[in-house]
């Protein structure tokens, strides 16, 4: 569930949620009748059609030779969150396609255009996942298998809102991917940077849908393969739902919330109150909130006033005004570290980080 931005107790509606039907081995199956994606291996005419709706055409060169185990981690985390987006958008095309609550369309033109927008998307990402998939299965690591996945909203407007979160925050994620890609593995620089570009293609039209401006910012935030896995697991997926995911050789951190968002109209330094499970507020001891906002040295402020309600501590901390900078738009990523020492950048938060990430989307 979206543990990173509810109040306990108010949660929404799971409105996008994942039923599990069997595969041949008896494990969770992805949401998709078909079998996706195992049932569309390189040639098939499942794999043709999948191409053919997303309008692309499937890579021919050379495959990428002599991987590092470090590579692999980030072909894993390509399909990981690939698969989640797939899934998300089945249910959220059925939603619309079955004018579930909250998702309907009155204009029969907008509806079927809406439609159509959103499965060249799905169909786009079906790809992502199978080239990644290929890799791993050409190099004799078991691929990533679907879990259930579960998205706690119950509109359409909510629902592209928390998409464009996610994919805020993997466009980030690819960041860093690539940079890794680039030590060893530089035949995948080219490919993972064109699905950067793909992914920052969606970002533009869920943007456009909200209402606001196509692009948010000249520098996109950046992020890590381990602030994408946790998000993914804490917030999308039914506890215990994943047949190997535990294979990712990345941490996931602990539950980080708020309890209301920063006022992005004003432009002084505002406080905000956070959460963290946990029945003793030296949970929290000397730890620090850090935010990651577009290619910026991350600012870190401490956390003050801990006290604990209902399985959870509760405690304050500075929104500074520096992210605010000429109006804030796109993502910050809020984390807690147990050190500050040496931050320079976004990547040098992760070894440090307990609790995270809070992603602040804004307009």
């Known amino acids: 569930m979206l543990r990173s931005t509810f109040i306990p107790g ?24 078909d079998g996706f994606p195992s049932n569309a291996p390189p040639g098939s005419d499942n794999e043709t059609e999948i191409y053919q709706r997303a309008f692309g055409t499937r890579p021919n060169g050379a495959p990428a030779k002599n991987l590092t185990e470090d590579d692999f981690t980030s072909l894993q985390i390509i399909v990981f969150t690939g698969i989640f987006e797939v899934a998300y958008f089945v249910q959220l095309i059925y939603n619309i396609t079955n004018n579930v609550t909250g998702y309907e369309i009155d204009d029969p033109d907008e509806r079927s255009k809406t439609i159509a927008e959103l ?39 909510d629902a592209i809102r928390t998409i464009y979160k996610a994919t805020a925050l993997l466009l980030g994620t690819l960041q860093e991917i690539i940079y890794r890609f680039g030590f060893d593995a530089r035949e995948l620089v080219k490919p993972s ?96 909130i850090c935010y990651a906002y577009q290619q910026n040295v991350p600012p870190c402020e401490s956390l ?39 931050v320079t950048d976004v990547d040098s938060l ?14």
């Open 10 to 33: 108010l949660i929404g509606a799971i409105a996008l949620a994942s039923s599990a039907s069997g595969t041949e081995e008896g494990l969770p199956n992805f949401p998709k009748d």
């Open 193 to 288: 940077s064109a699905i950067s570009e793909n992914e920052a293609e969606q970002a533009a039209f869920f943007r456009q849908y909200l209402g606001y401006t196509p692009t948010s910012t000249p520098y996109l935030t950046g992020a890590t393969r381990s602030m994408a896995y946790s998000a993914v697991q804490q917030n999308y997926i039914m506890p215990g739902s994943c047949p190997n995911s535990f294979e990712i050789e990345l941490p996931i951190f602990g539950v980080l919330g708020i309890v209301a968002f920063p006022d992005m109209s004003r432009k002084d330094n505002q406080t905000i109150q956070l959460f963290v499970p946990g029945h003793d507020t030296n949970v929290i001891d000397g730890l620090s």
């Open 304 to 342: 003050t006033d801990a006290h604990v309600d209902q399985g959870y501590v509760y405690f304050l901390a500075n929104y500074p005004t520096a992210l605010d900078t000429f109006g804030l738009k796109g993502l910050v990523i809020g984390v807690l570290v147990n050190s500050t020492d040496n």
């Open 119 to 157: 499965t060249a998307i799905q169909s786009q990402e079906e790809v992502h996942v199978l080239q990644a998939r290929y890799l791993l299965l050409q190099n004799d690591r078991d691929p990533i298998r679907p879990c259930q996945y579960i998205t706690p909203v119950s509109n359409l407007k």
């Open 350 to 363: 992760d070894p440090y980080i307990l609790y995270g990430p809070l992603l602040i989307a804004e307009n």
